[in-house]
């Protein structure tokens, strides 16, 4: 199956600092998800991008769908202890979809 | 609110045992994905449905079956679990079709095979 290349792997941040990954493909994706997982638990949604070039936020954090199609960011500002888990990118090719194996994100207080 | 259960949250079980994992979902989604998750490999998918009665092998489908008798619930069957099998199993699942194309995941069920 495919993967997409995630990065970074893991951040090590104070609280207060911005943070930003981000995702890459060989293939074109017609959907962008961004995902964040905390330990012992599913992943949760956190943005759905639709459109090459697309930007979207939801509070402090804010993604943007590649003009190529083939990649994505994610980027946190003012971080805050609670902001700490795994992130996810996906994208969706037909039927299916394909993740990033993860961003590991520590927020030190 | 969107809501996808799965029926246990931690299993414990032993080897050659046969296991059910169970999925509902209440969205009335067509599609439905199972996928195991494990440290440096991510998530790999092992089945998915596009509606009542289908399914898809996924990348990893050995040693798994499925069933989706009913919209709502899918649900994955070790036949004869094995300690390789042990892992992190999530189910999730989205619609068809239309603009909501966003895939919703379960808590996941985490399974320990002795």
């Known amino acids: 199956g495919q993967q997409l290349n995630q990065s970074p792997q893991s951040m090590f941040i104070q609280e207060g600092e911005d943070v930003s990954m981000n995702c890459t493909s060989s293939s074109i994706f017609n959907t962008w998800l961004w995902y964040k997982q905390e330990p012992g638990e599913g992943p949760v949604l956190l943005i759905a991008?639709?459109?090459?070039?697309e930007l979207t936020s939801n509070g402090r954090l804010t993604a943007q769908f590649g003009i190529t199609r083939k990649d994505s960011f994610l980027n946190i500002s003012a971080s805050i202890p609670s902001d700490v888990g795994i992130y996810f990118c996906a994208g969706q090719l037909g039927n299916q979809f394909y993740f990033g194996t993860g961003t590991s994100l520590t927020v030190i207080p | 609110d969107v809501k996808v259960t799965q029926s246990s949250r931690y299993l414990v079980k032993r080897t050659g045992e046969k296991v059910f994992l169970e999925c509902v979902q209440d969205?009335?989604?067509?599609?439905m994905f199972w996928y195991r998750q494990d440290p440096g490999l991510g998530l790999r998918l092992i089945y998915f449905s596009y509606d009542v009665k289908m399914k898809e092998k996924g990348d990893i489908p050995e040693g798994y079956s499925v069933s989706r008798e009913k919209k709502e619930r899918f649900s994955l069957i070790l036949e004869s679990a094995s300690t390789n099998q042990t892992s992190m199993y999530l189910c999730?699942?989205?619609?068809?079709?239309?603009?909501?194309?966003?895939?919703?995941f379960g808590p996941g069920t985490r399974l320990l095979v002795l």
């Open positions: 991008l639709y459109k090459a070039g």
């Open positions: 969205m009335d989604h067509e599609n």
């Open positions: 999730a699942s989205r619609h068809r079709t239309g603009g909501e194309k966003t895939q919703y």
